[in-house]
């Protein structure tokens, strides 16, 4: 199962969730089977964020949705600090 590994600097972690979760449906609609935010226990301003696909072609179509209407817009992405770090991952 892929999952799309994303990390980035937030400038305030309430805002930037309230954001994430605005996107609920369109994850879903995206394919995401399983998602994680993390955080660093030493870090207060970064996140890390893993979801799930049943394919990697359908985490490569999200991570296209998030780079075009997502991340372009600060509107839709608040809190968002930097540019994100992202690798579609496999088990092995």
Do not use: K
């Not at 949705?65 to 817009?73: D, P, Y």
């Amino acid at each position: 199962m892929p999952t799309l590994h994303i990390e980035h600097p937030v400038t305030d972690l309430a805002v930037w969730r309230a954001a994430f979760d605005r996107f609920a449906e369109q994850r879903r609609q995206g394919g995401v089977s399983a998602e994680r935010v993390q955080q660093p226990v030493d870090d207060d301003h970064y996140v890390v964020v893993d979801l799930d696909f049943p394919t990697r072609e359908a985490a490569e179509r999200f991570l296209g949705f998030l780079e075009s209407t997502v991340w372009a817009s600060r509107d839709s992405s608040p809190a968002l600090a930097g540019t994100p770090q992202t690798r579609i991952l496999e088990t092995v």
